[in-house]
């Protein structure tokens, strides 16, 4: 019989909202997984202590862990591998707070942006620690079981059909697309994933409090779960296959 799994929506350096959400999760066991759908850094003021934490986990409970890839550690991969400053400099996407969170500097203002110096560090990536470089390049981009599929965005359309992941050629769908069409018209075996903050999503076609545009998206085949840690929102989780909705609210 196959276990539960917990999937785990964006953290986004929200070590608080993370904490509180790991205390509320139910006791796991071996046939259990526990899962990320991605996006650890930028945005919140402990990128860095939330990296350290998810990877204490697996040491932590007999349950598989498995944590995704995102867009924001695609990004700063592409940093550290060519020095690509397209997403990371730009004060919206957040990633200033990883920089601060890494090289022991306070957490940027609203309206900082970095100084020369650490905008060139940025570009390159250089003030991870190899370590951490590695397991971000180690996180698959999908996962698959029982009960659904898990990526980070969402599944790209081809023809009439929608692609598994494992026949995606270029994985930037897989990783980066906000396709309404996929959230309006998707059919098939249930997809898990965030990315997306849910008040972007079609909340009127959700199952789950439709008229709370800031809660968990729910359809009879998708589940979005990005709920705003890290940006002023909480995060959130879901078990399956039972669709029981867990925040850190």
């Known amino acids: 019989m196959a276990g539960r799994t917990i999937a785990i929506g964006d953290v986004h350096g929200d070590l608080e909202n993370l904490e509180r ?13 526990l899962l990320f759908v991605g ?6 003021p402990d990128p860095a202590g939330v ?18 890839r995102g867009n924001h550690e ?16 730009p004060r919206g996407n957040g990633c200033y707070m990883t920089y601060r969170s890494y090289t022991g500097g306070p957490p940027p203002g609203r309206d900082e942006d970095p100084a ?8 390159m990536g250089s003030f991870f620690p190899p370590d951490v470089v590695e397991w971000m390049k180690g ?3 999908f996962h698959e079981d029982e009960h659904a599929i898990y990526v980070h965005a969402g599944l790209p359309k081809e023809g009439d059909r929608w692609l598994h992941p494992s026949e995606v050629k270029v994985t930037k769908p897989l990783l980066w697309q906000r396709s309404r069409t996929f959230y309006q018209e ?13 008040k972007r999503l079609p909340q009127e076609q959700s199952s789950f409090t439709p008229s709370d545009e800031l809660d968990v998206y729910l359809t009879g085949s998708l589940a979005g779960l ?20 867990i925040d850190s609210r």
């Open 21 to 33: 959400l790991l205390a509320r999760l139910p006791a796991l066991e071996a046939a259990d997984t």
């Open 39 to 44: 996006d650890y850094v930028d945005r919140g």
């Open 51 to 68: 990296v350290r934490r998810v990877r204490t986990l697996p040491s932590e409970t007999p349950a598989k862990v498995v944590f995704l």
């Open 74 to 89: 695609d990004a700063w991969l592409k940093a550290c591998r060519e020095g690509a400053p397209e997403f990371v400099i």
């Open 116 to 123: 020369a110096e650490e905008m060139r560090a940025m570009a």
């Open 139 to 141: 996180l698959p981009l």
């Open 186 to 198: 998707y059919m098939g075996k249930r997809v898990v994933f965030g990315h997306t903050p849910v």
């Open 226 to 245: 990005d709920t705003g840690a890290g940006m002023g929102g909480f995060l959130s989780a879901i078990e399956l296959p039972s669709l029981r909705v």
